[in-house]
């Protein structure tokens, strides 16, 4: 199947109330990483992402709430144990949390429209996409279409950002812009 994308905007700080309905959702680790935010825009944020998650999952697969318990890779990688061809991701910035889901693994990104920074292009990305970069008449839009498609491979991938030089070929992406922020979707080249 085809990567089904969900995303919703938080455009205020949560209430108590909904913060605890929210973290009843939440299971193991990923409840202590909410709670040692110390910003609690990127807690709330981080907590809308895995209830969205939760919902993602039951929703595209009709899995029980009670049957989703996300572990994670050594890199942070989210995953279901109990359902190996049931395949999420999920990103946050600014005031959005998205949520990929297939039964491929797939890695998704967003990220906010943000100034092109040369420092980080230059550590980050390949000789390839610094010319896509400097060829373009938006920089700043083809610094973040290209970040965030270089972002959802290695979340894909599960591999560390710094140790993707290239954009798989192997791999389709999809990329579209979406009330100010940029969304890269990456998968198996046959879902697309």
Known sequence: MKPVVFATKLTYPLKEIEFSLLFKLIDGERKNKILSQKIKKKADLSLVAN????????????????????????K????LQSHKNT??????????????VSDVPV?????????????????IFSPQQLKE????????????????KHEA????????YAQIKNIDEQLILQSFL???????????????
């Open 51 to 74: 209830a969205l998650a939760k919902h993602a999952l039951s929703t595209t697969f009709n899995i029980p709430l009670k049957e989703l318990y996300f572990f994670e890779t050594d």
């Open 76 to 79: 942070g990688k989210p995953y």
């Open 87 to 100: 395949h999420f991701n999920i990103s946050h910035s600014g005031e959005y949390a998205v949520c990929a």
């Open 107 to 123: 890695g998704i990104d967003i990220q906010k429209r943000v100034p092109f920074n040369s420092l980080v292009a230059n550590r």
């Open 133 to 148: 970069i400097s060829d373009s008449k938006d920089k700043d839009a083809a610094f973040c279409r290209i970040w965030t």
């Open 153 to 160: 491979c290695a979340k894909l991938t599960g591999a560390g």
């Open 178 to 192: 979406y009330d100010g922020y940029y969304i890269s979707v990456a998968a198996a080249n046959d879902k697309f």
